[in-house]
């Protein structure tokens, strides 16, 4: 269990989108392990972020796979159009969504892996009629719609009820906390075990991203 990878995937939500190949390829010499890719329509959050375009060009950038984070109105309407892209690798919606159900029956048969999204209000019971389907839980750490905000601190306890939740079955479920992230909250999350971590702004702020994720992963 110590020697979990600890996986680090920006939030390109915090971008320099005037310089987004440079960005990418900087976070690829940084070793970054995948994007991160929130998709904002200003129903679901109060903000709106990209789509299909700059998808379409982190695509074909072709060296990193993409987690897909929906914060729409209608995701359903999306996620065939989203999934047909080979680099994306992950979408996740959150478990209140009225379309939650159908668009996990959507995703699970095709060879992309599926998230349920707990934003921080919702509590880690939502998720036991699901559990046989998700692949991936995303625990927002932040109300989502906006990068730059404070970590939400009872995370950590609400992790500690994900991991007994998930340690009652036998499938192994991917552990994501996204929000108000910077190098010594990832490495207390991944002390807990937890998966991955997605970064945005403190990363982006950062002078180095080598040296943000280099001290996000290691342990000392
Ligand atoms: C917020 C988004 C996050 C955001 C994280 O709704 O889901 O992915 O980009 O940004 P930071 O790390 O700045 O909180
Ligand atoms: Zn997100």
Same mark, same amino acid.
């Given at each position: 269990m110590?020697n979990?990878?600890r996986?680090?995937?920006p939030s390109? *939500? !915090? +971008?320099?989108? %005037?310089?987004l190949?440079?960005? *990418?390829?900087?976070?690829i010499s940084? @070793?970054?392990?995948f ?10 959050v109060p903000n709106?972020s ?7 060009a ?11 984070? &929906?914060?729409?109105q209608? $995701? %359903? ?6 999934? !047909?892209?080979? +680099? ?16 996990m029956?959507?995703?699970?048969p095709? @060879? ?5 999204v707990l934003?921080?209000e919702? $509590?880690i019971?939502?998720l036991?009629p699901?559990?046989e389907?998700?692949? @991936? #839980?995303?625990?927002m750490?932040?109300?989502p ?11 950590y306890q609400k992790?500690? +009820?994900l991991?007994?939740l *998930? ?8 552990i994501?906390?996204?929000?108000? #992230?910077?190098?010594?909250? +990832? @490495?207390?999350?991944f ?6 971590v ?5 990363? &982006? ?5 080598y040296?943000?994720?280099r001290?996000m992963?290691?342990?000392?």
């Open positions: 110590k979990k990878p996986l680090v995937a390109v *939500l !915090s +971008a320099n989108f %005037l310089r190949e440079d960005e *990418l390829n900087e976070l940084a @070793r970054a392990d994007i991160h890719f929130d998709i904002m329509d200003g129903v679901n709106i990209f789509g299909f375009p700059v998808l379409e982190i695509n074909a950038f072709g060296k990193f796979p993409i987690d897909v984070h &929906f914060m729409i209608s $995701p %359903l309407s999306y996620l065939e159009q989203v999934i !047909s892209y080979a +680099a994306v690798e992950n979408v996740s919606i959150p478990i209140e969504h009225f379309d939650f159900q159908a668009c029956n959507l995703v699970t095709s @060879r992309v892996s599926f998230g349920a934003n921080p919702t $509590p019971s939502s036991s699901y559990l389907q998700i692949d @991936r #839980v995303l625990l750490s932040v109300k719609g906006f990068g730059g905000q404070k970590f939400i601190e009872d995370t992790i500690e +009820a991991k007994s *998930l340690d009652s079955i036998s499938k192994k479920i991917h994501q906390i996204d929000g108000g #992230v910077d190098t010594a909250i +990832a @490495r207390k999350l002390d807990l075990q937890v998966d991955s997605v970064c945005g702004s403190s990363l &982006f702020k950062s002078n180095s991203y040296m943000f994720i001290e992963k290691n342990p000392e």
